[in-house]
């Protein structure tokens, strides 16, 4: 069954706006990470957070984590169009790799 | 830096035909993924080499799929004979390694399989 699910499965916005998305897993981790896809391209790793750590910030991107919930959020904040692609949370358990939700796709409207 | 380099960048083959897909990791990088992504969801892990040794080979399907990292660095990525399901994009990632799964992963451009 997948480990990492993310909430919602699309969102629009408009330019300038905050974006936030959510990811929820079924058992414990070693830490989560995110990511995020262009149309067409590879993915790019944006933001590691360990289990024992509750918020990571990188530039406009805003991570937490509450592993009482086992739930992430990523928040993108003051969004670009450059920002429109499909974010993936990745969850590294004990004794297993990386399992990548189905993912969020993000559109920012000028 | 280069990056993870991946080729072909698309293929189209028709079923029961092979392919074959060919990864260069980052210099240094000892473990190297394979993923397989289908439309509209995340990655699936296919196999994961630390060197060139599998760690993971677990939702590779082996009557069909296989693949190799001679070396240590290189690794190709074989279908046969291929079926229309097979039909998604090809991922490669590499990382540092040393056996830990926490790191990060660094991501080919994918190669675009689509089966007719």
């Known amino acids: 069954s997948q480990q990492g699910e993310e909430d919602p499965q699309a969102l629009s916005i408009q330019e300038g706006e905050n974006a936030t998305m959510n990811c929820s897993y079924k058992?414990?981790?070693?830490?989560l990470q995110w990511y995020r896809q262009n149309s067409g391209r590879g993915l790019v790793h944006l933001i590691l957070?360990?289990?024992?750590?509750r918020e990571k910030h990188s530039g406009r991107l805003r991570v937490t984590l509450d592993t009482s919930k086992k739930s992430s959020s990523l928040l993108i904040t003051a969004s670009r169009a450059a920002d429109t692609a499909s974010y993936f949370c990745a969850t590294a358990t004990h004794g297993q790799n990386f399992v990548f939700g189905p993912g969020t796709r993000l559109s920012v409207l000028p | 830096e280069a990056g993870v380099a991946q080729s072909p960048r698309y293929k189209i083959i028709e079923k029961r035909q092979s392919v074959a897909f060919w990864c260069n990791p980052i210099?240094?990088?000892?473990?190297l993924y394979w993923y397989q992504q289908i439309l509209g969801q995340g990655p699936k892990l296919l196999i994961q080499?630390?060197?060139?040794?599998?760690?993971?080979d677990s939702q590779l399907p082996k009557d069909r799929f296989s693949a190799e990292r001679l070396k240590g660095v290189d690794s190709t990525l074989k279908i046969q004979p291929a079926k229309l399901e097979d039909s998604a994009v090809y991922l490669c990632?590499?990382?540092?390694?040393?056996?830990?799964?926490?790191?990060?992963?660094?991501f080919g451009p994918g190669t675009r399989l689509l089966v007719l």
């Open positions: 957070i360990r289990s024992n750590e």
């Open positions: 210099s240094g990088h000892a473990t």
């Open positions: 990632a590499s990382s540092l390694g040393g056996g830990q799964r926490r790191e990060t992963q660094y």
């Open positions: 080499f630390q060197n060139n040794g599998v760690v993971d």
């Open positions: 058992t414990s981790i070693n830490n």
